[in-house]
């Protein structure tokens, strides 16, 4: 990429814990925050329809039972995903990854889409997410950033939509990440706050990655990544982070 488009501060999920994750409820939160930039998970249906939703499971954040890529869109398209959280949003439905794209665009909002296979659809999920993102993101100024901590789910987003940046999401520093990162060709990592030092923003800049953090809700957390030149903060704490 020439130069980087993206803001410092991501909210997570929409809006991390104050609406319900992965909503657009919580999505317009987070914009009522000062937040221009989403997280958030997709995955896809039984039909092939990407949707939001983080786990694989749906007895945590709807209603539903059972694993989410089972059913058909129309069958979660009918879950409440919103009443776990409070009754203020008792109602509140998953939405399609079509109808963020659409609320995205019209309200100026930029998003890092991680691809969230259920497990066992990794590449099918990394193809249907990039050619999708592509299609409804066609034209935009900024594109939206896919990211994963599955490889194969990027490397098959990478073969469908190689224009689309992407970062790897790194949980620990195991074996080969940093092979695939450059076979991915990804603009980014995105990892675990606490791996973040000066041996790995180092090895960063080495190879021109930008530097991502997840999840930061304390103020020493955020400081410490500021500290080491970090590029990017993904936080639950949107009412805490003024983003400006």
Request: aromatic share 10%.
């Amino acid at each position: 990429m020439t130069g980087w488009p993206y803001p410092r501060w991501i909210a997570h999920r929409g809006a991390g814990k104050l609406a319900p994750e992965n909503t657009l409820a919580a999505f317009r939160l987070g914009a009522e925050h000062g937040y221009r930039m989403i997280e958030c998970d997709v995955k896809l249906s039984a039909d092939g329809v990407p949707f939001l939703l983080h786990d694989a499971a749906l007895e945590r954040t709807t209603n539903g039972l059972g694993t989410a890529g089972d059913l058909s869109w129309a069958e979660l398209s009918r879950l409440d995903a919103g009443s776990w959280h409070s009754r203020q949003h008792v109602g509140e439905t998953l939405p399609s990854f079509e109808a963020v794209s659409r609320w995205c665009r019209a309200n100026g909002m930029l998003l890092n889409i991680e691809i969230k296979p259920t497990p066992g659809s990794e590449a099918r999920t990394g193809e249907v997410v990039a050619r999708e993102a592509a299609r409804l993101w066609q034209g935009a100024s900024v594109p939206p950033l896919l990211t994963s901590f599955r490889p194969e789910a990027l490397y098959t987003a990478q073969a469908t939509a190689p224009h689309l940046p992407r970062g790897l999401l790194l949980d620990s520093l195991w074996d080969g990440w940093v092979t695939h990162a450059q076979a991915l060709g990804v603009v980014a990592l995105v990892c675990n706050h606490a791996l973040w030092d000066d041996a790995l923003v180092a090895v960063a800049r080495a190879h021109g990655w930008r530097m991502l953090s997840y999840t930061v809700n304390d103020e020493w957390a955020a400081k410490r990544l500021w500290y080491l030149g970090t590029d990017g903060i993904i936080t639950d704490r949107v009412d805490l982070f003024a983003p400006a």
